[in-house]
C-alpha cells in the first residue's frame, strides 16, 4: 500500500487553519494601526478654518470635517505587492512546509503496513484447536510481537522539527 | 523686448520665491522645529510591529499563536495611541507658538497705535476708519484682541490657511508611516516564515535516527525552534481502497537450521494456518 499514511495519518490543524491564523493576523494588524488621529479636516483645527475668508488659500478648497477620525493607511498600501500577494506567498510557504511533513510521514509507511496486517488477522486462530504447528506457530508469534515492539519503540518518534512545522 | 523678457522672469522667480517661503516649512521658524520632531517621532513609530515573528521562543499551537499575536496586536495599538497623542502635543506646540509670537505682534501694533491716536488725534482718527472692523467671535475665539486691522488679520487668515496645509503634511508623515508599520510587519513574518522554512534540511530528515538511544543530540539553536506545532494522529476508521492493496507473495516460513527465515519474516497473515477438517 504505497499511499496509506495518506489514508491514516492526519494532520491537525490543517495548512488552512495556519495560513488563516497569519492571514487575519495581518488583516487585523491593519486594524490595530488605524487608530492615529488625523489633522487634516479634524474638528481641533476649525476654529483656525472659521477665520479664514473664501478667497483665501484653502488646501483642499473646502474645509469640511472629515468622517474619519483616524488616518487609514489603507489607500497607500492597497497596491503594494506585500499587500497584494500576502495570502499567496503565507500559502506557498506554509503549503510547502506541509508537503515536507507529508513527505516525512511516508517514513512511517512499514510500520502502518505492519500495523494494517495486524488489524486484518483473527487472533483467535492462536488458541484454535486445529492451529498448524501450534507451539512453533505460538513462539513465532510471541518472537514476532516482541520485535515489533522494539521496532515501533526506535522508529517512531515522539516529536520531530521540519523547519517551520 | 529685452526688458520685458527680464521683468517676466523676474516676476516668475518672484512668484516662486514667494510660494516658496509661504509653503516650504522646513523654512519656517517654529514649523521647521516641530516638523523636524514629527519626523523623529514617525521615524520612532514606524518601528513597531504589529506581528511577533516568535524568535527565542517555544513552538506554539495554533491557538497559543494566535493569542500572542493579538496580545502583540493590542499593544502595538496601544503604542500607536501614544505616538499619536505625543504627535498631536507637539503639533499643537506649533500653532500655540506662531499663535503666540502673532498676537504679541498684533497686541503691541494696536497699542502703539493707540498711542500714536494719543498724540496725534487728527491723523489717527482717519486711519481707524479706513483700517479697523467691528470686532469678530472667531478672531476672539482664537485669543486675538479687538480691533484689529485689516492687515492684522489678513496675517492671521495667512497663519490659518498654513496651519491647514501644515495639518496635511502631518498626516502624510503619519501616513507613511503607519503604511510602513504594515508593510514591514507583514514582510518580516513572511520572512520568518521563509527563514524557518528553508533551514530544514529534508535529506537528514529522512534518514535520521529516531532511537532515542542512538541519536546524537543536536546543539540546542535558539531561534531555529519551528514556529507551529501540528500533531499527527493515527485515524485507522478510514478504509484503504482496495485498489491500493497489492497482492504480493509470501515466503514460506522455515527457521535455521532448517531455513533461512529470520523471526521478523513470520507472517500472521501467511504463516498462521488451520489443519483442514478430517
Known amino acids: ?165 | 523686448m529685452r526688458m520685458w523678457k527680464k521683468t517676466i522672469k523676474h516676476q516668475n522667480r518672484m512668484k516662486a520665491q514667494n510660494s516658496l517661503e509661504e509653503k516650504l516649512f522646513i523654512l519656517q521658524d517654529h514649523f521647521s522645529v516641530h516638523l523636524m520632531k514629527h519626523r523623529q517621532q514617525m521615524l520612532d513609530m514606524q518601528a513597531l510591529r504589529f506581528v511577533d515573528p516568535c524568535r527565542n521562543q517555544d513552538t506554539k499551537d495554533i491557538v497559543t499563536f494566535s493569542e500572542d499575536q493579538k496580545v502583540k496586536r493590542k499593544h502595538v495599538s496601544e503604542d500607536v495611541i501614544r505616538c499619536a497623542e505625543e504627535s498631536r502635543d507637539n503639533v499643537f506646540e506649533c500653532i500655540a507658538k506662531v499663535m503666540d509670537e502673532l498676537r504679541e505682534r498684533i497686541v503691541s501694533e494696536i497699542a502703539l497705535d493707540e498711542e500714536r491716536k494719543k498724540n496725534n488725534p487728527i491723523q489717527s482718527s482717519n486711519t481707524i476708519v479706513m483700517k479697523r472692523k467691528a470686532s469678530n467671535n472667531v478672531f476672539e475665539k482664537l485669543g486675538f484682541p479687538e480691533g484689529m486691522t485689516y492687515g492684522h488679520r489678513s496675517s492671521l487668515r495667512k497663519e490659518c490657511s498654513r496651519f491647514l496645509r501644515f495639518a496635511y503634511l502631518i498626516d502624510f508623515l503619519s501616513l507613511e508611516s503607519l503604511s510602513n508599520i504594515y508593510i514591514h510587519s507583514v514582510g518580516e513574518m513572511i520572512d520568518r516564515l521563509r527563514e524557518l522554512d528553508s533551514i530544514c534540511d529534508m535529506h537528514k530528515i529522512m534518514t535520521m535516527d529516531f532511537d532515542e538511544a542512538m541519536r546524537q543530540p543536536a546543539p540546542p539553536q535558539r531561534g531555529q525552534e519551528p514556529l507551529f506545532n501540528i500533531s499527527v494522529t493515527l485515524n485507522d476508521a478510514r478504509a484503504i481502497p482496495g485498489n491500493e492493496i497489492k497482492k504480493v507473495v509470501c515466503d514460506d516460513f522455515v527457521l535455521p537450521p532448517r531455513g533461512q527465515s529470520k523471526d521478523q519474516d513470520f507472517d500472521l497473515l501467511c504463516h498462521l494456518e488451520l489443519e483442514p477438517e478430517k
Open chain 1, 1 to 165: 500500500m504505497p499511499n496509506i499514511s495518506d489514508h491514516w495519518l492526519q494532520m491537525t490543524p490543517s495548512s488552512k487553519d495556519y495560513i488563516n491564523s497569519v492571514v487575519i493576523c495581518f488583516q487585523e494588524g491593519l486594524d490595530s494601526i488605524t487608530n492615529f488621529k488625523r489633522w487634516s479636516k479634524h474638528a481641533d483645527l476649525a476654529p483656525y478654518a472659521d477665520v479664514l475668508e473664501e478667497w483665501d488659500d484653502i488646501v483642499g478648497d473646502v474645509w469640511e470635517e472629515h468622517d474619519e477620525e483616524n488616518l487609514n493607511p489603507f489607500s497607500w498600501i492597497n497596491e503594494n505587492r506585500i499587500y497584494l500577494e500576502q495570502k499567496e506567498m503565507v500559502r506557498d510557504i506554509v503549503e510547502g512546509a506541509f508537503d515536507k511533513v507529508k513527505r516525512f510521514l511516508t517514513r512511517f509507511q512499514p510500520l502502518l503496513e505492519i500495523y494494517w496486517r495486524n488489524k486484518q488477522v483473527d487472533l483467535s486462530i492462536l488458541v484454535h484447536e486445529r492451529l498448524r504447528n501450534p507451539v512453533e506457530s505460538l513462539s513465532s508469534t510471541v518472537k514476532l510481537f516482541q520485535f515489533y515492539h522494539s521496532l515501533f519503540n526506535s522508529n517512531l518518534p515522539s516529536m520531530t522539527e521540519i523547519g517551520l512545522l
